[in-house]
């Protein structure tokens, strides 16, 4: 059956449940819910009081049609025409969504929000007679729900937490500012819609994506993982997640997540510091304001012999300090509780077993989070070993001293970085510098103008090299008010890794010897010009006596008697000795003249020339020379043929009358030299005079004997000495001679 208006619905409702139609009328008007009847046109035929308190008008009977309300709108806040309400929409046939949820505003301007349910009335034919609706006020719920989800923002937004829902394929829907900052996002844009795993750490990628899965299946769970933030930086964070239905119907991903980077890098560096701690070498203590120890490392067992078990509890007085150093303790406490810090104090500790160990202490108050001094760490080092060495490196230090100040030259040590530390006596004797002035440049302070910055840029480059330094220069000496020539010379010490630690240098006193080298350089520069210019000089008046002797034997000879003409023969060979002397004295002045750097020379070509040159004697004399392979060698070419020519020479002309000369001529290499050979089978010589025969005009037979005049071995000293090399002979009287020099490779 269908009923038409509220009457016969008080009628059917007071039919069925025993209730009078007045009864029901009168229950309609008072029950607190708002309930109003239209006819078939949706004009208005009841209203009770509820109805028109909730929408704040008493609409007209018969006039008003759809609503009981003033204004409509849907929950998004669309106004609603009253032809469009849900009364309106299930009078004229349509289907009214049941629950749901509006809202109306008063004529007074005041808004609530309610559900309707319209119904719709029929006669016993089914013809349309009215509506009925109910409308459910629920601003209440709506009011507490629009709090609660306000009260989310605020807490979403003011959380310094990341806030995110993520989708089940991973698609970030939601981000807080807090959790942009995170990601390094400039803005919501940047991350928001886009994948979460562009932000995921490649390694935890797929855990997450586990992860994501669990919760959009409806799970709850907590998971720690990496993200790289947009501009590359890591973090460690920890989320909580939960399952959060979406308006579409969909389970996402609901997400706290907070920054853990600091606590895993504290997690981290705590176990570092346990590591470090333990795996130190040092023992390391802690110990509380009452001197009561807290901590004790594998070392301390070590050092002290005592286990973590047996100290931990104990004070460090009764535990490791000896009776007579028990004030020290107080002390150390005293200077922790003013904050203090106790750096490398040296001391005596007792062991476990009662022997004694030297020690040195750092120790530091430790302080809690509100920075009160709440007990110390205290690092003890063995130094028993270093306190020996260093004992001994005092001692080796003082004998060094003793050493050095006995020494006639100035001694000095430096730094590795050439900077002076250490003067002996004779430098501050010399200087009269006081012993403050020290150090460093005060050297310089001495040092001729002239010489100051070749001494400086040599002491730079042996400091720069590690290589020895030597060089000379002229300090002021300030007693007799002069330059002195002084040659300073350094040399680096090393450790075992080659590395220099330091230092030694003397100052030596050459100033006598510069001094005499000088005057002999003189000298010999006048001797040269000397000899050059006499032995010149003669050539002239020996060429006249020889011509005018000549000229006597030719023209006059026949009326010279025989004694005459013996004394002209002595006169002529006289002039003839005299003139091969001369020659070879301005030889031996001119050996070394040679200015010019020398070429490389072939030995063998100056053999060549030399044995040309020597031809006729060896022709004459039958003599075989004889040559092993020969260098090349950086000496003047005239030099190595005068050498050859002199000492081949010289073998052929000291012969052995018992059998013909035979020379061999050879060269072997020993390290920076050539040692060359010329041997002959000849005479020999006295060892007696090995020495000797090098020397000028030194002879060891008469002219009578045999021809010479004792400059030939000067002048072969001589041009070896330029090239700095030497000249010898070993020799065997009756059978021969082996005359040997050495020249620069
Ligand atoms: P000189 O040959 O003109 O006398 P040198 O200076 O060449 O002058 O030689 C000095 C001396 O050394 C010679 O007088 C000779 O007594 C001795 N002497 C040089 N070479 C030989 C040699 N090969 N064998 C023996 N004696 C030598």
Redesign the pocket.
């Known amino acids: 059956m269908t009923l038409t208006n509220a009457r016969e619905l008080s009628a059917f409702v007071s039919r069925n449940s025993n209730l009078s139609e007045t009864v029901l009328g009168e229950i309609m008007d008072a029950v607190p819910v708002a309930i109003y009847m239209t006819d078939a046109h949706g004009r208005l035929t009841y209203f009770n009081p509820a109805a028109a308190k909730l929408s704040g008008r008493s609409p007209e009977i018969g006039t008003d049609q759809w609503c009981v309300t003033w204004k409509i709108f849907l929950s998004d806040g669309t106004p609603l025409r009253d032809d469009q309400c849900p009364m309106a929409v299930a009078l004229t046939g349509g289907e009214a969504p049941a629950g749901m949820e509006c809202m109306a505003e008063r004529p007074d301007g005041t808004r609530f929000w309610f559900t309707p349910y319209p119904a719709v009335l029929r006669d016993a034919e089914g013809r349309v007679v009215g509506g009925i609706n109910v409308l459910i006020d629920i601003t209440e719920r709506k009011n507490a729900h629009r709090e609660v989800s306000e009260q989310f923002r605020a807490i979403v937004e003011t959380t310094p937490q990341c806030v995110k829902v993520v989708a089940p394929d991973g698609t970030l829907l939601f981000m807080n500012p807090p959790g942009l900052e995170m990601l390094g996002a400039s803005c919501p844009a940047a991350v928001i819609g886009q994948s979460v795993y562009n932000v995921i750490a490649p390694e935890d990628q797929e855990r997450f994506r586990v992860f994501n899965q669990m919760i959009c299946g409806g799970k709850r769970g907590s998971l720690q993982f990496e993200i790289v933030g947009l501009k590359g930086a890591r973090r460690h964070m920890e989320t909580h997640a939960a399952p959060l239905q979406h308006a579409d119907g969909t389970t996402v991903h609901l997400a706290v997540a907070h920054d853990i980077t600091e606590r895993k890098r504290a997690e981290g560096s705590s176990f570092l510091l346990s590591a470090v701690v333990d795996s130190s070498d040092d023992a390391i203590i802690s110990k509380d304001l009452d001197g009561v120890i807290s901590s004790w490392n594998k070392s301390a067992e070590r050092l002290f012999g005592y286990t973590g078990e047996e100290a931990i509890g104990q004070t460090v007085a009764s535990l490791l300090i000896p009776e007579d150093r028990q004030e020290e303790e107080p002390d150390i406490l005293a200077r922790l509780r003013r904050g203090e810090r106790v750096d490398h104090f040296e001391t005596v500790r007792r062991r476990k077993n009662g022997s004694l160990i030297d020690i040195s202490l750092t120790i530091s108050p430790v302080k809690d989070l509100e920075g009160a001094i709440i007990g110390a760490s205290k690092i003890a080092r063995d130094i028993t070993e270093s306190k020996r060495v260093r004992a001994k490196l005092m001692e080796s230090e003082a004998r060094f001293r003793q050493l050095a100040d006995s020494m006639p030259q100035m001694v000095w040590t430096a730094r590795p970085d050439g900077s002076v530390d250490y003067f002996n006596e004779r430098w501050y004797e010399f200087t009269g510098f006081g012993r403050e002035t020290r150090g460093d440049t005060n050297w310089e302070r001495i040092l001729h103008p002239e010489d100051l910055q070749r001494t400086r840029d040599s002491w730079g480059a042996a400091v720069s090299s590690g290589q020895p330094y030597n060089v000379e220069y002229r300090f002021r000496d300030r007693r007799e008010n002069r330059w002195r020539w002084f040659i300073g010379r350094a040399l680096p010490v090393r450790d075992g890794t080659g590395k220099v630690v330091k230092w030694f240098g003397t100052s030596t006193d050459i100033d006598e010897q510069k001094r005499v080298e000088d005057q002999l350089r003189r000298a010999n520069q006048d001797l040269e010009q000397f000899a050059f210019s006499a032995s010149h000089d003669l050539q002239e008046p020996l060429r006249s006596i020889k011509i005018y002797s000549e000229l006597l034997m030719k023209r006059h000879a026949h009326s010279l008697d025989g004694e005459a003409l013996k004394f002209m023969s002595f006169l002529r060979n006289g002039a003839t000795r005299m003139e091969t002397l001369v020659r070879?004295l301005l030889t031996y002045t001119q050996a070394t003249r040679f200015d010019e750097p020398p070429k490389v020379t072939d030995a063998n070509e100056a053999l060549k020339t030399a044995l040309a040159n020597l031809s006729g004697a060896i022709g004459e004399s039958g003599a075989q020379v004889t040559t092993g392979p020969l260098p090349s060698l950086p000496v003047n070419g005239t030099h190595l043929q005068q050498l050859f020519q002199?000492?081949i020479g010289?073998?052929l002309?000291?012969r052995s009358p018992k059998r013909p000369p035979a020379v061999h001529v050879e060269a072997e290499r020993q390290s920076e030299n050539w040692v060359f050979s010329v041997a002959?089978n000849?005479?020999?010589?006295d060892p007696e005079?090995k020495e000797n025969?090098?020397g000028l005009f030194?002879?060891?037979?008469t002219s009578g004997e045999?021809?010479?005049?004792?400059?030939?071995?000067?002048i072969c000293r001589r041009i070896v000495d330029r090239y700095h090399g030497r000249i010898w002979v070993e020799?065997e009287p009756g059978r021969g001679?082996i005359?040997r020099f050495t020249l620069p490779v």
Do not use: M, Q, V
């Not at 000849?682 to 010589?685: N, V």
């Open positions: 070879d002199n000492l010289n073998a002309k000291y002959d000849g005479i020999g010589i005079y025969i090098f030194k002879r060891l037979h045999y021809s010479g005049t004792g400059i030939g071995l000067a020799s001679s005359f």
